[in-house]
């Protein structure tokens, strides 16, 4: 086997023989062969250990246990204890979540603060099939069926090209000893009882099970390659980039058939998972949304926008008189002048006898109007945003220069005649939005 895996990490791992990584190390059979392999190819690693606190004393032995196997080898051990159950209770999750949220939180520190780019697992072949049932079980798409990863820009799982059986046999010839979790039989959880009660019988009908699974997860992983390049191309032209994000052609999206997968394939990148209501969106009223717990999608007359949620600020921004310069929550410069020179939509010229200080710099409110500049009467807000055009997210973002209750530019837009720059002007305030 250590033939093989020199092999193995030479064609597909080689960052792993010529820099430093972390090895998770539990203590269990896979960590330990894996850390016996690594040894004896002489690379370069560290391990990191997990104390979790769920088995008392048997906890405690087996942080012993690694330690000692630290301390064999001449290896920097990291180990930490984590008070699980109390995560466990405050997070409403259960163990095998807690504990994979605590040990790859604190592995990504430990990389981190030493500067280390990759993580080296464990999981092996059965894993990767358990994974599959498992998935396959609760109802999955192909994502769920192509199996964990062999490698991701962090993490790296050499194992995975070996099953069990071949790992447990090297333990054998080279007597070497482990640490057996009795939790690993507890078959009252599902990972357990799919390994103990399920693999098995599908191994014994078929002998060669494991390999022909493994075949069919490659040609998945074709399939789905070839499936994700068409997505990209379907993406660049549907997808729309601005700078609120993204949007999209409702008719383009409408045409696409099966609608529910091209929206699933499209957009479960962005956390979506209410199919029915993104479908519903597609012929739903100007203004209606759906979220994600990162972004949210926007009906806008005939576009779908895709925007990243960010916590939306209702502050009141104030302006001393005087000041000449704010950075938030834009940047922009005050400045006394002599005469009208540049002129565009990111400078404003006003009368400052007409401003009532501090001046504010708010978000639109329902009821807002001002008076135009170029033109008789008053306009509300709303009404102006309509006939410009602005989709929900813009007039969101749109900020206001206001005195007192009164709006004095529509930031960037158009400025209100009230305090425009007359004959009988005084003193000139310019207001400039640098680029």
Known sequence: ????????????FPNLTSEQFLLACSGGLDSVVLVHLCYKLQLNFSLAHCNFQLRGAESDTDAKFVSNLAIAINKKLHITNFDTATYINNNKVNIQIAARDLRYTWFAELMQDHQIKTLVTAHHADDNLETFLINLSRGTGIDGLIGIPAKTDTISRPLLAFSREQILDYAKKENMAWREDASNSDTTYLRNKIRHEIVPVLKELHPTFLQNFEKTQFHLKGSNTVSNNYLELLKSRIFEKNDMGFRMSIDELSVLQPQNAYLYALLKDYGFTAWKDISRLLKGLSGKEVRSKTHRLIRDRNYLLLEELTTKSSKRYEIAE?????????????????????KGKDILYVDKAALKYPLVVRKWQKGDYFYPFGMTGKKKLSKYFKDEKFNVIAKERQWLLCSENKIVWVIGRRSDRRFSVTSNTKQIIKCTIPQ
């Open 1 to 12: 086997m250590l033939s093989k895996f020199r092999k193995h990490l030479e064609t597909n």
């Open 322 to 342: 005087g000041q000449s310069e704010i950075t938030l929550p834009i940047q922009m410069k005050m400045e006394t002048v002599g005469e009208l020179k540049e």
